[in-house]
């Protein structure tokens, strides 16, 4: 279970990576969603892959837990991700209003 979770966190990032790289600006941000989405999920896993244990423990249950710092980390990483991509997505509708293209250095390539 942890080798498929760690397969689908790289490849997350793989297409983040190749999405930013794009000259484009829509692609940047959808690479950039994509890389919050890995980070979020190895900060999750960091608390253990576990199922049906309690988040909370009761007096003289301290077997088995999980972790929920780092369910209330993610929380506010969605969050915070949440309002970056809304404010990217404000500025690459700014620049697309001004310069006419959606490159991000603002030229259309003539090649």
């Not at 919050?36 to 999750?44: I, Q, S, T």
């Not at 915070?80 to 006419?100: H, P």
């Amino acid at each position: 279970m942890e080798l498929l979770v760690s397969l689908c966190i790289g490849l997350l990032v793989a297409c983040g990576v190749y999405l930013m790289l794009r000259a484009r600006t829509y692609p940047v941000i959808v690479g950039l969603s994509l890389l919050g989405y890995a980070v979020n999920l190895f900060l999750f896993l960091t608390g253990r892959l576990a199922t049906n244990l309690p988040a909370v423990i009761q007096k003289g249950q301290v077997a088995e837990y999980t972790d929920p710092l780092p369910q209330a980390l993610v929380l506010t990483a969605i969050v915070i991700g949440f309002g970056m991509v809304a404010y990217v997505v404000t500025l690459a509708i700014k620049a697309q209003a001004e310069t006419g293209n959606d490159h991000v250095d603002g030229k259309e390539n003539t090649l």
